[in-house]
């Protein structure tokens, strides 16, 4: 079954910068389209970031210019480089097969929490 299990996540101040990651096992990684998936407190889960498997990137409008999502499909590897980080930042950030998450489908990790103070 889908298995993603996400790390890198923690409590740092406004305008530092973070690297989470993710693995991915029980499926073919570099068929799907991947992403960056956050849900704050009371929020429902929204898109942060997504890439093809050939390296085609959407970034909400929120992150642009900030964040930067990349892959590497011989390690079953995503990862996402977020800079100058804000408060509103701060969430459960999740990855997933974009797929899912556009169908409902409940195949998602425990995620890994982003506190960013101000």
């Known amino acids: 079954q889908v298995q993603l299990v996400e790390s890198g996540g923690g409590l740092v101040q406004a305008g530092d910068s973070l690297r989470l990651s993710c693995t991915a096992s029980?499926?073919?990684?570099?068929?799907?389209?991947m992403g960056w998936f956050r849900q704050a407190p009371g929020k429902e889960r929204e898109l942060v970031a997504r890439?093809?498997?050939?390296?085609?990137?959407r970034y909400a409008d929120s992150v642009k210019g900030r964040f930067t999502i990349s892959r590497d499909n011989a390690k079953n590897g995503l990862y996402l480089q977020m800079n100058s980080l804000k408060p509103e930042d701060t969430a459960v950030y999740y990855c997933?097969?974009?797929?899912?998450?556009?169908?409902?489908?409940?195949?998602w990790g425990q995620g890994t929490q982003v506190t960013v103070s101000s």
């Open positions: 997933g097969r974009y797929d899912d998450y556009i169908s409902q489908r409940d195949n």
């Open positions: 029980g499926f073919t990684f570099s068929n799907y389209y």
């Open positions: 890439i093809s498997s050939g390296g085609g990137i």
